[in-house]
Every structure is written in structure tokens, then in C-alpha cells.
């Protein structure tokens, strides 16, 4: 198998150049697959890449792993930094390992303090890895077994005769009893999502350690039968108390099966692929670490949704939804967005980088929210050429905007001068 490790927004080709981050040579037939692929997301509204000149691909902001037919593996890293080189493609996966733990809330178990810092193996083997250790615990703990009724003929009684059949029996068939029995069975929707799963990693992985317990753990679970209605099974998953022993494999169950990510790409000729829109990404760890370091009195919406840019024939049209709220009681006190985007500290003739589109954004969502007076934030990754917040935007005296940086490395934010007191951070 050929591994092509890059970054968002790099460039792809079938011509020989060197290879780095930002570009790389895979075959024509990896190519010729990713335009096809590339085509049907365009199709359900999403751009994963873009065709320059019929020689080169430009990959759009979708990070993680996906396989080509032909085994090219292609793992794509978040861009957090202008430089390129082997140091920040490990730190960059280490970096993504930590923002999709958080952000999707998986209970990541490891066998040793430093694996995910030294784990170098694409994102999908850390997943199945992942996976199979928390199968592994499961089992060693117990699986949950259930009673399934069966009703069949038999030579001989067992459990319930079935009187109503039974009676109906033609005279030649008299000596066959119809009855209904329960078997204790590890047949449940659980147990089939996790055989199903399994047997997926069997065939993917390609690490020895993750392949040799895959295969012990399939063994043990050879009885079981595979999923077949993934989604199904999923929906009747049982929350119980005596089936809370399952709940840290579902999310692992999840990514494996494709149930739990945003766009996933799967196929009988290749193996598991896990794309994820870093946008989102990025907001949704952003709101998991804000609300864990929100102060008292103050709460956080995500994605609110109640106010719209105006109203046609009695009804709202144009929906507006800032990425987080923070409310003082039933008052809204900020307004920000989250957005995944490296800008730069000085103005320069691009005004640092900023699009006037979510200026736009804010200001629509300061009048909406905040009726026209109150404190908005951008929010946009921390780098060497954005360390710490610009100076306020005014939109009006009572309404501003700063643009702040968010630390992926300590998982905080660099409020300005003006809103330390406001917001009472340590």
C-alpha cells in the first residue's frame, strides 16, 4: 500500500515532484478515482477538491484518510501552520487525534501514557486500534447476553408445546411436536454492530498489534452474525443500566462502521475512508473547551437559531445561526464565530487576511442578537503570525468585533484587554 501524507488545500498530480505537504505524485489511477469521487460530493452539495488543468488536484478543507481502489491511502492533516516539513506532519496528527477525541467525545484508551504522541500511523489505524482495545475490554468484562424466543418442530418436547399448530397436524406428520422455546443467545443488535465492525478491521488494518487482536477478538465472536441493517440496529441500541459497560466502544463502533462522521466513503474494492469538514471540526472543539472553561453565572448556545435577517408574508426568511451564544441569564451578552482560517497580525494590504463576508455575518448577527448593542468575537487558530487579538472593530459606538486567536496547543483563548474584566478569566 502507498502512503500520500498532505495537508488541506495541497495539490495532487501524476507527475514526479517532490513531495511534501503541499504536494504529491499518486497514480493515475488514485487520480482518476478522486475526480470521480470528487464528483459525486459536488452532487450532495460538498467540494472536496478542485481540477486545475486536467494535471492537478487542489484538495479542499477536508481532513483524514481516504483509500483508493488501487491502494493508494491517501491521509490528508490539518494546516495549522505556513511551514511544511516531517515535524509538523507528526504534530499535526497528533493535533487532529486530539480535536476529534474532544469534539466527538470518544473515550480514548491507551496502553501506554505517550501513544497518541507517538502513535505515526495514519488516523484510520488509530481509529481501528482505538476500537479493537475498547472491543477488547468488553469482552474481557462480559458481553451481554439475551433471550431469543424460537418456535420450530422437533422429534421430541422442549419448552412450550404449541396446541393451536400441533392440532392441525396432518396424521402422518402427528409424531412431529411444533414448540416455542427461548435460548439464551448473544444475539443482540450490540453484539451484531460489534462482530460486523470487527470483521471490517480484519480486512483493513495493516498493523500487526491491531491486526493479531482483531483476529483473537473475531474468533471469540465467530457464533455472532453480522449486522444486517447497520443503521437499524444502531437507532435500538440499548442504554440501559445493565448495558452501560458498552457505551465507550459505540462511538469507536461508529467511526468504523461510518455512523458517526460527517462524510465517510466506503467500498467493496477498498477499505474504510473518514473525511472530516475541518470547519466543523474546529467550531465544535472550540465550543467543547469554551463551555468547559465557562465562568458562573454565564452558559453557552451553540448554533442558536431564533432570530432570521428579516421576514416575508408573516414568515422569517434567511435563518441566522452564530456558531456560540454566551448568555447571562436571558440575556445575550456575546455573539461568535468560529472559523478555521490562518490570518496574519499585520494589516497589510489583504486587512489581515479577513473576509468581509463574515464581517457582514457578525454585523447581522449583532443587530439580531444583541440588538444592535454588545461584543461579537472571531475566533481563528492561534499561529507565530497571529498571536494575540486586533484591536477592535467598531460598527457603531455600542456595537464591536474583536478577532481573537484560539491556542490549539493549551486549548485557550487570547481575549483582548477590553473584555478580561467582562468575561472574568483567570
Same mark, same amino acid.
Given at each position: ?98 480535536? /476529534?477525541?474532544? =469534539? $466527538?467525545?470518544?473515550?480514548? #484508551? &491507551? *496502553? ?8 505515526? @500511523?495514519? !488516523? ?69 454492530? /460489534?462482530?460486523? =465492525? $470487527?470483521?471490517?478491521?480484519? #480486512? &483493513? *488494518? ?8 482483531? @483476529?483473537? !477478538? ?209
Amino acid at each position: 500500500m502507498k502512503i500520500v501524507v498532505v495537508r488541506e488545500y495541497a495539490r495532487l498530480t501524476t507527475d514526479p515532484v517532490e513531495a511534501t505537504l503541499d504536494q504529491a505524485t499518486v497514480t493515475p489511477s488514485a487520480f482518476e478515482w478522486l475526480c470521480n469521487l470528487a464528483a459525486g460530493f459536488s452532487k450532495g452539495g460538498a467540494s472536496l477538491l478542485h481540477l486545475e488543468n486536467r494535471r492537478w488536484l487542489r484538495l479542499d478543507s477536508y481532513v483524514g484518510v481516504v483509500e483508493t481502489p488501487c491502494g493508494t491511502l491517501l491521509e490528508i492533516l490539518p494546516k495549522h501552520t505556513p511551514v511544511s516539513n516531517e515535524d509538523i506532519a507528526a504534530k499535526s496528527r497528533a493535533l487532529l487525534i486530539k480535536m /476529534l477525541a474532544e =469534539a $466527538l467525545d470518544l473515550p480514548v #484508551r &491507551t *496502553t501506554e501514557k505517550t501513544d497518541i504522541t507517538t502513535f505515526r @500511523h495514519p !488516523l484510520l489505524e488509530w481509529v481501528m486500534k482505538q476500537f479493537v482495545l475498547s472491543l477488547d475490554h468488553l469482552i474481557k468484562r462480559g458481553l451481554r447476553f439475551d433471550y431469543q424466543r424460537v418456535e420450530e418442530e422437533q422429534h421430541f418436547l422442549r419448552g412450550q408445546l404449541d396446541v393451536v399448530k400441533q392440532m392441525r397436524q396432518p396424521p402422518g406428520r402427528a409424531h412431529i411436536f411444533n414448540i416455542r422455546h427461548d435460548l439464551f443467545l448473544l444475539e443482540r443488535p450490540e453484539n451484531r454492530l /460489534l462482530k460486523t =465492525a $470487527l470483521m471490517r478491521v480484519c #480486512r &483493513t *488494518t495493516n498493523q500487526p498489534q491491531t491486526w493479531r487482536l482483531a @483476529h483473537e !477478538l473475531a474468533g471469540l465472536l465467530a457464533d455472532m452474525p453480522d449486522s444486517t441493517d447497520t443503521q437499524r440496529d444502531f437507532r435500538v441500541w440499548s442504554n440501559e443500566r445493565l448495558m452501560a459497560h458498552y457505551q465507550p466502544v459505540r462511538p469507536w463502533c461508529e467511526l468504523v462502521l461510518g455512523q458517526h462522521m460527517p462524510l465517510t466513503v466506503r467500498g467493496a474494492t477498498h477499505g474504510i475512508s473518514l473525511l472530516f469538514p475541518m470547519e466543523k471540526l474546529f467550531e465544535r472543539y472550540v465550543e467543547t473547551r469554551l463551555r468547559k472553561q465557562l465562568p458562573s453565572p454565564y452558559s453557552l448556545k451553540a448554533q442558536a437559531r431564533s432570530a432570521s435577517l428579516c421576514r416575508h408574508n408573516g414568515a422569517d426568511m434567511f435563518q441566522l445561526r452564530p456558531d456560540f451564544l454566551v448568555r447571562e441569564g436571558c440575556k445575550n451578552i456575546f455573539a461568535m464565530d468560529a472559523k478555521w482560517k490562518l490570518i496574519s497580525g499585520a494589516y497589510g494590504e489583504n486587512k489581515y487576511g479577513l473576509s468581509q463576508a463574515d464581517f457582514y455575518q457578525l454585523f447581522a448577527y449583532g443587530h439580531k442578537y444583541l440588538d444592535g448593542t454588545g461584543k461579537m468575537l472571531l475566533i481563528f487558530p492561534l499561529t507565530a503570525e497571529f498571536p494575540e487579538a486586533l484591536p477592535a472593530f467598531d460598527f457603531s459606538p455600542a456595537l464591536k468585533l474583536w478577532v481573537v486567536p484560539f491556542d490549539l496547543e493549551t486549548d485557550r483563548m487570547t481575549w483582548p484587554n477590553e473584555l478580561k474584566m467582562a468575561w472574568h478569566t483567570p
